[in-house]
């Protein structure tokens, strides 16, 4: 039976959207005939903020091993000086007071969408290396030093490290080069081609730094996987150099086992909406960088000012949208007339967050200027079989949604064709004919189903790279 490492400073109870598809490796990997090890920060080095769902620990198996290493924050260690010095400190992020946005118009808004001041400038010249290419940098030292004792003690066949955060390929390619195995580099986002982070792309010393840092990954890797055709491509065109085979595309999925006691099967159909009440529409999760739901608040507020619909008619609950000094959606909503039917709620744990979407009428889905990624929550759409309205310009998520013919896609800046999709939306709930997607996506987007692309991939790296050393003798 081979043994696998798996890589990932992400991983329970830690919660993030991106350690759903780690759980479900680790979870259903052992079906196929693999032992497991997992290689994971310690919960008392999580950044101060973590989202932590202990329940999700119960969905690993009791035979998988999990080693956990200590992690430093640079960040965090500047401001504990800083602090024992007498300086003032938002303890909650890092951030000098000294440095924060003045107060204005300026400071109202989401700092995704704030000019860079002078002082910020500043302070990026000095934090940014300290961060580059994340802020778990300071895992990567103690994460290599245990990752080495567990090689030497119980030898792995084959390293697997899930990305983002980009540490964790940075320490799988350092103990590749330890134990000299092979190694499977999931990038579950592209590193660059993200326009949510588009100094990735700059010619400053940051962008060549990930430049470098990303070719090194991916020149090291005897597999790469990306999660979408579109990203595939892309990283094709920046390495032409290099077999294409050793590129593939594995979707993200859903763990139907998230779902049994949920509603039972997630194949059946849902019930038919009453019309005698709001739709709810619901949208689960942070927004962050460019990701924003504006455009529909507005489009809401101009339906309201038209007449054509009221809260009695819609309801949209934005579920993980409190946070703490974050007050941009409720201004929106409140400047646009939209207030009485944007629900501002905090985060919930994720059972319940599924709880809430089988409990929808329709579901939304935001993704702007990410042409290249897919929300992980769509599958989680996907296997509760309600419709779901998409706002997104061309790309991959676009082409997910036409593909399975999830629900109307409505480009945000198209406030007009907005404004008529939410309408007929209306309509048609009102009248029960609310159009459901088409079951047989649950079928193609099942995480327990999809593990047989894992271990296809993981079982090749173990061949290539056996086939190399026969040849050459030696893998560098």
């Keep these: 039976m081979p043994n696998c490492l798996i890589v990932a ?40 903020g973590s989202s932590q769902s202990p329940e999700l620990l119960r969905r690993i198996p009791e035979d998988v091993k999990i080693h956990r290493a200590m992690a430093v924050h640079p960040l965090q ?7 024992w010095k007498g300086g003032k400190s938002d303890s909650r992020n890092g951030q000098s007071v000294g440095t924060a946005t003045p107060k204005g118009e300026t400071a109202k808004r989401p700092p995704e969408l704030q000019s860079v001041s002078l002082p910020q400038r500043v302070k990026d010249a000095i934090t940014v290396p300290l961060m580059t290419p994340d802020r778990w940098i300071g895992w990567l030292p103690f994460a290599v030093r245990k990752g080495r004792r567990i090689l030497n003690t119980r030898p792995a066949d084959v390293i697997y490290s899930s990305g983002p955060p980009w540490t964790n390929h940075l320490v799988a390619e350092k103990l590749r080069r330890h134990a000299m195995i092979p190694w499977v580099a999931d990038f579950r986002d592209p590193w660059l081609g993200n326009n ?58 859903f763990d139907p086992a998230d779902f049994e006691d949920l509603n ?25 960088g460019k990701r924003n739901v504006d455009a529909l608040i507005r489009a809401i507020g101009r339906l309201v000012q038209e007449g054509k619909v009221s809260s ?4 949209v609950d934005l579920i993980g949208a409190q946070r703490p ?30 709880a809430q979407m089988s409990a929808a009428d329709a579901l939304l889905l935001v993704q702007t200027e990410a042409p290249l990624c897919i929300p992980g929550k769509v599958f989680e759409y996907i296997a509760v079989k309600k419709p779901v309205l998409t706002l997104a310009g061309e790309g991959a998520t676009a082409d997910l949604v036409a593909k399975e013919q999830l629900g109307p896609c409505v480009d945000p800046e198209n406030s007009d064709q907005l404004a008529t999709c939410l309408q007929q939306f209306v309509h048609q709930f009102r009248e029960n004919r609310m159009p459901l997607p088409d079951g047989s996506a649950a079928e193609r987007y099942d995480g327990r189903k999809q593990i047989r692309q894992f271990d296809t991939a993981l079982r090749a790296a173990i061949e290539n790279h056996a086939n190399a050393s026969s040849i050459n003798g030696d893998v560098r």
């Excluded at 005939?33 to 080095?45: A, G, H, M, N, Q």
């Excluded at 260690?77 to 602090?83: G, H």
């Excluded at 579109?230 to 077999?243: F, G, I, N, T």
Aim: net charge positive.
């Design 312 to 315: 009695s008619d819609l309801q």
């Design 264 to 288: 039972g099967d997630p194949s059946a159909s849902p019930a038919l909406p009453d019309g005698n009440r709001p739709l709810r529409l619901v949208h689960t999760g942070a927004f962050y």
């Design 77 to 83: 260690v500047m401001t504990a000086i800083k602090s």
């Design 325 to 354: 000094g974050r007050t941009h959606e409720r201004n929106v909503a409140e400047s646009s007339g939209a207030a009485d039917m944007i629900n501002i709620l905090p985060s919930l744990p994720h059972a319940q967050c599924l």
């Design 196 to 253: 949510f982070r588009p100094r990735r792309q700059g010619d400053d010393w940051v962008g060549r730094r990930h430049q470098m840092l990303e070719k090194r990954v991916i020149e090291s890797a005897n597999i790469v996987i990306l999660n979408t055709d579109r990203a595939r491509q892309s990283v094709l065109e920046r390495y032409r150099e290099l077999p294409p085979e050793k590129f593939v595309v594995i979707n993200n999925g």
């Design 9 to 48: 400073s992400h991983f329970p109870p830690f919660r993030s959207a991106g350690v759903f598809r780690t759980i479900r490796v680790a979870r259903y990997l052992p079906e196929h005939e693999w032992s497991i090890e997992v290689l994971t920060v310690d919960p008392k080095s999580y950044l101060a």
